[in-house]
Nanobody, 122 residues
Framework: QAQLVESGGGFVQPGDSLRLSCSAS??????MGWFRQAPGKEREFVAR????????YYAESVKGRFRISRDNARNTVDLQMSSLQFEDTATYFCAGGEVYYSGSANFGMTDWGKGAKVTVSS
């Protein structure tokens, strides 16, 4: 089981950019993803990437604004967020697993970080 630690959260204004990073120990999983949970809402999928980075998937709400990437040599997975909106305010979680499954509460992810808070406010 991997330990995941997120970094890079903070306060930004609408339209700003922010980069989240997740460090995995001992290594990244086959599928790595970013999820978020806004106050009073359920956790939702944001983006995921497969082992070699060939396949990337995004939630419709972030498509074109967010970009996920991974560095297997450094055991990190990043989420570059741009054109941030008020609705992007949430705690962002890094997660990893063998297979992504949208039908389960944990999306098939077995390892989770503790989260990084992102607040978009004017």
């Amino acid at each position: 089981q991997a330990q995941l630690v997120e970094s890079g959260g903070g306060f930004v204004q609408p339209g700003d950019s922010l980069r989240l990073s997740c460090s995995a120990s001992p290594s990244l999983s086959n599928v790595m993803g970013w999820f978020r949970q806004a106050p009073g809402k359920e956790r939702e999928f944001v983006a995921r990437i497969n082992r070699n980075g060939q396949y990337k998937y995004y939630a419709e709400s972030v498509k074109g604004r967010f970009r996920i990437s991974r560095d297997n040599a450094r055991n990190t997975v990043d989420l570059q967020m741009s054109s941030l909106q008020f609705e992007d305010t949430a705690t962002y979680f890094c997660a990893g697993g063998e297979v992504y499954y949208s039908g389960s509460a944990n999306f098939g992810m077995t390892d989770w970080g503790k989260g990084a808070k992102v607040t978009v406010s004017s």
